[in-house]
């Protein structure tokens, strides 16, 4: 069964109209841009290959003739130009539109015509004027059949089986530190493993206090400089009767004070690009290793069920529940938001790269990436899957995702969002049809059905 969920822009109307938001705290500000209302030629944003993808534009009311006039760009995968042009939204609504003769995303950016074009070193969503955001509009051109750029390396397989047999031989001797919490009925701890690489794997974990068994669920992380986790990250979950695990990423503490993150070496808060250039180096050959344990100490848990373990993560932490899933036979479901690490090798091919941003003018790097790109786990996964997505989304691109959703064998469901940013630039109405499909599916699978 493969499900398409109604996008975002059919539950709160026609217009797909994207507030970027331009301070680092993520509060909107809105400008004339933003006001600016986009109406797609088909709401759901999904056409078919030579069919006329485009939007009608419609200035604010009582908009002065002398800001009237805007410039757009058209991006085919947000990586290249296919048409650019001129509104003059003075006299009444504006068109944009292409037409793409192979599947693709395409990406359109609105700004002000007295703004100078941004480049990619400003800031997300704000014109280099400074004055205007810009209005950011997505749509998908027949992408269910976008395809991967390049095959697998060849010993792709036999790389992680190494991977793996590396980590079976530490034994991961968990050790669980007890702690309280507010919620009543859990049990509530930290937990550290032995990892490869005399490393650790460090979580919070917490199950229902009483006796029975339990699904078990697994949470990832998103990027960023480490960071501690959150007792409420868990415990909500187990007081829903999940036997619940939640790790870090890097190997360092979950439960200290900022100054203990802050203090940490410098390289580590950059740590996507240590040891790009080869692929026993690289950051993420730990960090989905550990996620690998971290399925191992649940489906090993003399509490877990046995029938239903879920692992799940946003951005980042969506790149490691595919690639695990794809790593480990014992993950039965999988909940991925704006996956990051697929299509790493795409800036060579006409697509733009996401995040961990592998640089596309190195080769040895352009080569680490195709071991830890998240499309050529998707193949091996055998878990059923919910992904969703922003068209919008320039962290995450929605090639990519589409790409490795695509290549999921079994049962899957895909949300997409038309008018959603990357989730901590989306607002809440924008991810809210995932927010309840995500919601929904757990509530079904801790109460023993099938979402």
Not at 89 to 97: Q, T, Y
Not at 99 to 116: G, H
Not at 136 to 147: K, N, R
Not at 400 to 428: C, F, M, R, S
Request: glycine fraction near 8%; proline fraction near 10%; aromatic fraction near 10%.
């Amino acid at each position: 069964m493969r499900r398409f969920v109604a996008p975002v822009g059919r539950l709160l109307g026609m217009w797909f109209a994207l507030a970027w938001f331009a301070t680092a705290a993520g509060k909107p500000t809105p400008g004339l841009v933003e006001r600016l209302v986009a109406v797609p030629y088909d709401p759901t944003g999904m056409y078919e290959v030579g069919e006329p993808v485009g939007w009608t534009v419609t200035a604010p009311p009582g908009i002065h003739p002398s800001r009237a006039k805007f410039t757009y760009t058209v991006r085919r995968n947000n990586a290249v130009e296919i048409a650019a042009g001129e509104l003059d939204l003075a006299a009444g609504p504006g068109v944009i539109e292409a037409t793409l003769t192979e599947p693709a995303m395409v990406y359109v950016e609105i700004r002000a015509a007295d703004a100078r074009p941004a480049g990619y070193g400003d800031a997300p969503g704000t014109s280099a004027a400074g004055e205007d955001k810009v209005l950011a509009l997505g749509a998908a051109v027949a992408p269910t059949t976008l395809q991967p750029v390049a095959p697998p390396p060849e010993d792709f397989d036999a790389f992680w089986e190494e991977q793996v047999a590396a980590l079976a031989r530490v034994p991961p001797n968990p050790r669980l530190t007890p702690k309280p919490t507010d919620v009543p009925g859990i049990d509530y701890a930290t937990l550290v493993m032995d990892h490869v690489d005399g490393g650790r794997v460090h979580g919070q974990t917490a199950k229902p206090s009483r006796e029975g068994t339990f699904p078990g669920l697994v949470i990832l992380q998103w990027a960023s400089p480490p960071y501690p986790l959150y007792p409420s990250w868990v415990a909500p979950y187990a007081a829903k009767g999940w036997l619940v695990l939640n790790i870090e990423p890097h190997d360092v503490l979950p439960d200290q004070p900022a100054e203990y993150y802050a203090a940490l070496p410098e390289d580590l808060k950059r740590y996507e690009a240590i040891g790009r250039e080869s692929r026993e180096a690289c950051y993420f050959r730990k960090m989905y290793l550990a996620d690998y344990r971290a399925v191992e100490y649940v489906a090993s848990h003399p509490q877990w069920d046995g029938r239903t373990l879920v692992v799940m993560g946003t951005s980042m932490g969506g790149q490691q529940t595919l690639c695990v899933a794809g790593l480990h036979p014992r993950a039965t479901h999988l909940i991925a938001y704006v996956p990051a690490g697929c299509d790493l090798n795409g800036c060579l091919h006409g697509r733009q790269n996401g995040y961990p941003f592998f640089p596309c003018d190195e080769a040895a790097a352009m080569n680490t990436a195709r071991y830890f790109d998240a499309v050529n786990f998707a193949p091996r996964i055998r878990a059923k899957a919910l992904v969703g997505m922003g068209f919008v989304d320039a962290v995450c691109p929605p090639t990519g995702i589409w790409t490795a959703y695509n290549a999921i064998p079994g049962e899957k469901e895909v949300v997409a969002l038309v008018d959603a940013a990357h989730n901590h630039q989306a607002t809440p109405a924008q991810q809210r049809p995932y927010v309840e499909r995500a919601a929904a599916w757990l509530d079904a699978l801790v109460e023993g059905r099938e979402p």
